[in-house]
């Protein structure tokens, strides 16, 4: 591991003291209070989320799903931590959404442990899918840190039922690929990042963003990489600000026949 626990502890904390004043002491507050009502799953686990779905929606039409996970800094089971510095920037999706008066359904959950068990992303899309009127074959997944690891996991655990993946700042094992390399991905990460290398990760078994971009590759599969020079481990306010993105993400689109989260597709 490239940095001690209490090192990367600090930069925890440091990462969301930025991530809210950089936004506002007021506006994160709103956010959390007013804009997006509180859930939990409504099988044993209890999975807390934070959902909104934005207005524009015509004719009784199923709506695609952007689910964000969040890093381990906040985790928790208070239902708030998550939408922290607005979500780590992932509100801008909603935001432009908004601005083009595109109808989608956004949600944040929260785990435990600095991991994401992809039982307990696919416990939050079968709640979300029981509350609100989303199109299966549009169901898109987002993280920032350990929540990109969730990402890559969620993805191998279940290869045909996400549309597309964005995951920022994270590492994976280089093992589990293979079913994934035609998932559409759009890899975020800073060239310097200083908590999660963007080649090594943590020098262990999951390597950065570079490296799984590379064997995804050469797989024949084709993500898109956007790599920022001299960027280091907080680039996601940049990434989710990136006017391509939502766009991108809502041309992506099950190919198959779409999936209800009940067990792992393989």
């Not at 950089?22 to 099988?43: C, P, S, V």
Request: hydrophobic share 40%.
């Amino acid at each position: 591991m490239r940095s001690s626990v209490s090192s990367r502890l600090a930069l925890h904390l440091l990462v969301l003291v930025l991530a809210v004043t950089a936004h506002g002491h007021a506006a994160a507050a709103e956010l959390e209070d007013a804009e997006l009502a509180k859930y939990w799953t409504a099988d044993a686990a209890r999975v807390p989320y934070r959902a909104i779905q934005t207005p524009g929606r015509r004719d009784g039409e199923k709506l695609p799903l952007v689910v964000f996970l969040h890093g381990d800094w906040q985790d928790g089971t208070d239902n708030q931590s998550q939408l922290a510095g607005r979500g780590n920037g992932s509100y801008e999706l909603v935001d432009a959404a908004r601005e083009d008066g595109i109808a989608l359904v956004y949600v944040a959950p929260q785990t435990t442990d600095a991991y994401w068990p992809p039982a307990r992303v696919a416990a939050v899309v079968r709640d979300a899918l029981a509350r609100f009127p989303i199109d299966r074959r549009r169901i898109y997944l987002t993280g920032i840190s350990d929540g990109a690891t969730g990402v890559w996991d969620a993805l191998k655990t279940y290869p045909a039922c996400f549309a597309a993946g964005v995951p920022m700042s994270g590492m994976t094992e280089l093992a589990g690929l293979g079913p994934i390399r035609d998932v559409p991905q759009w890899v975020f990460h800073g060239s310097e990042d200083d908590d999660t290398d963007v080649e090594t990760g943590y020098d262990g078994a999951m390597v950065g963003s570079r490296a799984v971009v590379r064997a995804l590759r050469a797989m024949g599969g084709k993500p898109r990489y956007t790599e920022y020079a001299g960027e280091k481990h907080v680039i996601w306010p940049r990434a989710y600000a990136e006017d391509a993105l939502l766009p991108w993400l809502l041309d992506q689109r099950l190919r198959g026949a779409p999936c209800d989260f009940s067990a792992p597709a393989r």
